[in-house]
């Protein structure tokens, strides 16, 4: 379990995304763990990409959108954690636990909120241990 | 004016105005020189952290606006470069350039950290070698200066302690211990200790008699309360902050209310003492100690860890040069001077001015500014727009439909700054590895002209049909990457960029094995994702290049003549019988300058300029269509159709319920007041004593905000009071003066010429109160403490202003944003995802193509009120010169089969773009934004975001996890 290394989703918005790329100018350093894939608003995001992620044996997923009242697309970051804490209800309903997945809000220009969140979720899901649906991690245990 | 126009502009500065303008120009067919003195673009705005009074970055306003930029062919850009010659008139000037040496190389990364660095900066005009030093002319229609502003040496103040005591710095220079804070602390510059007790002093170089500066600089009441309110945000302890200042200057819209939370809900004090003296402690602790006195004449010692000056604006020496160099006219402060009722124009025709260098002002006015300047020059030089630009000529789009994806990936080493970390080689090996993965490459710097030739070889030659960039942010190089896939025959949506550098090399600096490995999972997933994707199309909209005007005021006035003399056609829609507006109850503004005559003079013009209608006494009662191709349907059953709306219905006068007005006859508003010294009224003239009394209606409870102009009305009616009768006594009865910028010439020659000003408080308000003859205005005198009563023959009460009568119900068809106070809210900073041309924003609203200005979006002056009609104009004119327009690719398309017509679309899009038509909805194009909303809330699925479908993402997280299962 001490190497154990977690493969995180991080499914950020353009402008939240921006800050992952700030965080990188001023290069502050955070867990290699997490993997971006940008949407372009954080209201994009479906409940069915969500469970896939968890199907598909994700350690951790979380959502990042802009800050609440600040989205670019005025509400957009509020469907968002809408639909979050629904897949996160689901996630406790059938037992998986709800504690892989997060909802986020980091503004475009705050680059030491980006690596304090990927240092956050990083850490959380090190203290988890590997998915239950992560078979490779799995099968070490 | 000359008869051989040219339709180029010159553009000095290339602050944020200098960036707006050039936009505005060269999207309404301008051809554009940027001249820039320094070596980078973003002037004083990339020195801040954040911007009033919405807290956004500074840096992400502006980064995407310089994104633009480096993809757009109608600009040449000259930095480290100076003018040292103008000559010629209006319509052709000849301008002499000077610049000095600089190093660009196309070899270096054009994207490194840095957002203020640009591509193909310093190329010269004779398309010589990049960056050659030397003298050259350009040639130009008009000339628009944004030189900007410097802030106030505070030095010159001694007893400051600036660069005497090491924790007394600037306010620009705090801007830049936010930027670098970690946002949990704020530092000194002393020792690196953490402040727990900072103090503001307001007003260093501004309002400053002795120093000559009499001027207020408008911006430092506000940005000093954002410090405040950051520097507490900033850190984990507790912080105390304190401003001291005179009059809290927080006029503009929606900043009475940031002063109020900062006050209220934050905890910053606000201290009303101009402070004389800083020292040091003596206990060698490097904290300053402020002496101070307060309302009640008790002295005050306080202790702070930090001070920082509130700086005030003043023109930079070389811009001064500049206004002298030109021949333009400055006023007493060295500041170009604006012709009267014009906002933008300079002394010398077909040269205009916007931003500081016209007076101090903060940034979404300077944007405004900017677009009236582009829409000034766009007036004078409609005949010849176009005549310089050419449009960009592209290769016939290969069809790739239907073939197999063909993926290229290349991946950059940025120098070292990837490479260092990032086993690159390894990345490439492992990317030729994926499915349909043809070809993959390295190169030192992506980015470099030559990389572009290559990458577009490697498409021919190998066929491929699916672009991959693995380098750096997509946010600055996306669109130039785009272009060169397209000028080699592909669909520009045929690409995908992977930041392995801000995203990886630069945040995994000692793992490089780790690090290795998530690079090549970014790459994975992109190339998954690429797999996917599809050309897209940008669908056409045609563009009817005619204005709905609604509103025959000033603004509504202005901006059809601006549209009109730039060779649209504009319709004014007016509820009254007249044309005028407000502006016929005001006689003069606050420059003296007689309203009444400009007023008939434009309603002249308006009515004999053939390209305007105008239908009075007619509301509109509906509106159908969407940007380019609206069709309004007026009270009077009129149809007209047209590509563009502006908003610009006014405001109107409170009529206030206290101070006995409508009981007592001597107990005017402002505006009545006005028109009884414009008729020159006997009573008004052998009156006494007059008592003006602010803020009637004003930074209220039930309406927190400043009607910002009547400080300066009261002011100038003082003194207007004054020269009708030069023995009546005159009161002002205030709660903040907030007689902002060049306003202050005038608060302080009526201080000077005996107005007396009283301060009250909101809680012990003046009385007012009369025997059924007599009217006795009673205030607390702060200063004695005691009650003074005024025997008084005229009372004038500065009456809010109001939002619109017909605010709400217009907007009931119209479906756009109001403000609390039911102003129309404008969407200053707001965008769309991509690259569209909508980071700032000052006078459009989310809804495209209907614009607002005038009263309609907040109180302000006739001068305001005219530069923000112009820069509707001159937004609309981005629209209205295209014959057609192009969506975004990236848009939602509904599979109608799977619709089910039940409205969750519409109601859900911010951008009204979904309608229901026969029984399924349908998405117009122009209108959607890309962002995806609807997308995802469809209940059925019948919604896809094209090329951010769920499958596309579900494959993505699949091929990620892959190796796990």
Redesign the interface.
């Known amino acids: 379990m001490d190497n154990f290394e977690p493969k995180i989703v991080a499914f950020c918005c353009h402008y939240s995304a921006y800050s992952a790329d700030l965080a990188g100018s001023m290069r502050l350093q955070y867990p290699p763990n997490v993997r971006i894939i940008e949407l372009p608003c954080s209201g994009t995001i479906d409940h069915k990409v969500l469970l896939s992620a968890v199907e598909d044996g994700a350690d951790g997923i979380f959502v990042a959108g802009c800050m609440e009242g600040d989205c670019h697309f005025t509400r957009g970051n509020y469907r968002a954690k809408k639909r979050v804490e629904k897949v996160k209800e689901i996630l406790d309903e059938i037992g998986f636990g709800s504690d892989r997945l997060e909802m986020y809000n980091v503004s475009a220009d705050n680059g030491t909120r980006f690596a304090e969140i990927a240092n956050e979720m990083t850490e959380r899901i090190r203290s988890l241990g590997p998915s239950p649906f992560n078979k490779k991690e799995g099968d070490k245990n | 004016m000359s008869a051989n126009k040219v339709g180029a502009v010159l553009v000095v500065g290339g602050g944020i105005a200098g960036i707006q303008a050039t936009l505005d120009l060269v999207e309404s067919g301008y051809y554009v020189y940027l001249v820039e003195q320094s070596s980078t673009i973003g002037g004083n705005m990339s020195k801040l952290d954040?911007a009033f009074p919405t807290d956004?970055?500074?840096?992400?306003i502006l980064a995407p606006k310089l994104v633009e930029f480096g993809s757009i062919s109608s600009i040449q850009y000259f930095t480290n470069t100076q003018i040292s010659e103008v000559a010629g008139e209006a319509g052709d000037f000849k301008v002499k350039l000077s610049q000095t040496p600089n190093t660009a190389d196309t070899k270096v990364c054009t994207n490194y950290?840095t957002p203020v660095e640009l591509p193909n900066a310093g190329q010269d005009i004779s398309g010589d070698d990049n960056g050659k030093s030397g003298d050259f002319e350009v040639n130009v229609g008009a000339v628009i200066l944004c030189p900007g502003g410097e802030t106030f040496e505070a030095d010159q103040i001694e007893y400051l302690g600036y660069n005497k005591y090491p924790n007394v710095v600037t306010s620009i220079e705090f801007e830049r211990i936010l930027r670098t804070s970690?946002?949990q602390s704020v530092i000194r510059p002393s020792d690196n200790k953490k402040v727990n007790k900072i103090a503001w002093i307001q007003c260093v170089g501004s309002r400053n008699i002795r120093d000559e500066k009499h001027y207020c600089s408008c911006v430092c009441c506000m940005y000093a309360i954002k410090e405040a309110v950051c520097a507490k945000q900033y850190s984990d302890d507790e912080v105390d902050t304190s401003i001291f200042y005179m009059d809290m200057r927080t006029y503009g819209k929606d900043f009475e209310k940031y002063y109020e939370e900062a006050r209220d809900d934050h905890g910053v004090n606000f201290i009303r003492s101009r402070i004389y003296a800083i020292e040091e402690t003596k206990d060698g602790s490097n904290n300053l100690l402020i002496r101070y006195g307060d309302d009640k004449g008790e002295i005050h010692h306080e202790e702070f860890d930090m001070v920082v000056l509130s700086v005030g604006f003043k023109p930079s020496d070389s811009a001064v040069q500049l206004g002298n160099n030109l021949g333009i006219k400055l006023n007493d402060f060295n500041f170009a001077e604006t012709t009267p009722f014009t906002s933008v124009n300079t002394s010398k025709p077909g040269i205009y001015v916007a931003g500081i260098f016209g007076g101090p002002k903060d940034i979404p006015e300077t944007v405004i500014e900017a677009s009236a300047a582009a829409g000034a020059s766009e007036e004078l030089l409609s005949d010849v727009r176009g005549t310089m630009i050419q449009e960009k000529t592209y290769p016939p789009e290969k069809d790739v439909s239907g073939e197999e994806p063909r993926i290229g990936v290349f991946v950059c080493n940025c120098g070292n700054n990837i490479g260092g970390v990032v086993n690159v080689p390894k990345v490439v090996e492992s990317a030729k590895a994926l499915p349909y993965v043809v070809y993959s490459q390295e190169f030192l710097y992506t980015c470099s002209q030559d990389s572009q030739e290559i990458i577009k070889q490697k498409i021919e030659e190998h066929s491929l049909n699916r672009i991959i960039i693995a380098s750096c942010?997509p946010?600055k190089l996306k669109y130039y990457f785009q272009e060169t896939i397209r000028e080699a025959g592909l669909n520009r949506y045929l690409f995908e960029m992977v930041?392995i550098?801000?995203?990886?090399s630069?945040?995994?600096?000692?793992?490089p094995e780790?690090?290795t490995?998530?690079a090549k999972?970014?790459v994975k997933?992109s190339v998954n994702k690429a797999g996917n994707i599809e050309s897209l199309n940008e669908a056409p909209v045609n563009i009817n290049p005619k204005a709905l005007v609604i509103g025959g005021g000033v603004s509504g006035m202005t901006n059809a003549l601006n549209l009109a003399k730039q060779g649209y056609q504009a319709h004014i829609v007016e509820k009254s019988d007249r044309l005028g507006g407000n502006a016929r109850r005001i006689s003069t503004d606050f420059n003296n300058q007689d309203v009444q005559s400009y007023l008939n003079q434009l309603v002249d013009e308006v009515n004999s300029n053939t390209n305007i209608q105008v239908t009075t006494q007619a509301s509109v009662s509906k509106v159908d269509g969407y940007v380019g191709n609206f069709v309004t349907t007026l009270s009077n059953n009129e149809k007209i159709e047209h590509g563009v709306i502006t908003i610009a219905i006014g405001g109107h006068e409170y009529k206030p319920n206290e101070y006995l007005y409508n009981e007592h006859n001597a107990v005017l508003t402002q505006l009545e007041l006005e028109e009884e010294i414009t008729a020159n009224n006997t009573r008004v003239k052998n009156a006494k004593n007059i008592v003006l009394i602010q803020c009637v209606g004003s930074r209220e409870p039930d309406r927190r905000y400043c009607s910002r102009i009547c400080c300066n009305k009261s002011v100038k009616m003082a003194l207007q009071l004054q020269e009708m009768n030069p023995d009546a006594n005159i009161y002002i009865l205030y709660r903040d003066m907030r007689t902002y910028g060049f306003n202050e010439e005038n608060y302080r020659k009526a201080r000077k010429q005996g107005v007396i000003f009283i301060r009250y408080e909101v809680d012990n308000k003046p009385q007012v109160q009369t025997d059924g003859k007599d009217l006795k205005v009673t205030a607390v005198d702060h200063i004695l403490g005691e009650n003074i009563t005024i025997d008084a023959d005229i009372v004038g009460l500065a009456a809010a202003i109001l939002p619109p009568e017909d605010g709400i119900k217009l907007n009931q068809i119209f479906n756009l944003s109001l403000s609390d106070e039911g102003f129309y809210r404008e969407c200053p900073f707001?965008?769309?995802?991509?690259f569209s041309h909508k980071e700032m924003r000052p006078v459009d609203f989310?809804s495209e193509g209907i614009f607002v200005a005038g009263l309609a979006q907040g109180p302000k002056s006739i001068d305001e009120s005219i530069a923000q009609a112009k820069a509707t104009a001159s937004r609309e004119a981005t629209i209205l010169n295209k014959n057609s327009a192009k969506s975004s690719g990236?848009i939602a398309v509904v599979q109608r089969e799977k619709c089910a017509a039940c409205y969750t679309c519409a109601r859900?899009c911010?951008f009204n773009a979904p309608r229901i038509i026969n029984y399924a909805a349908e998405i117009e194009p122009i209108l959607c934004?890309?962002?995806?909303?609807c997308?995802?809330?469809c209940p059925n699925k019948a919604i896809i975001?094209q090329n951010?479908s769920?499958v596309i993402?579900?494959n993505?997280?699949?091929e990620?996890?892959r190796?796990?299962?």
């Open positions: 954040k956004n970055s500074s840096m992400s950290v970690d946002k942010s946010r930041n550098r801000d995203q990886c630069f945040v995994h600096m000692n793992e780790k690090a490995e998530k999972d970014l997933l707001r965008g769309s995802w991509g989310a990236i859900l911010p934004q890309g962002c995806g909303i997308a995802a809330e975001l951010y769920d993402f579900t993505m997280v699949d990620l996890y190796e796990v299962h």
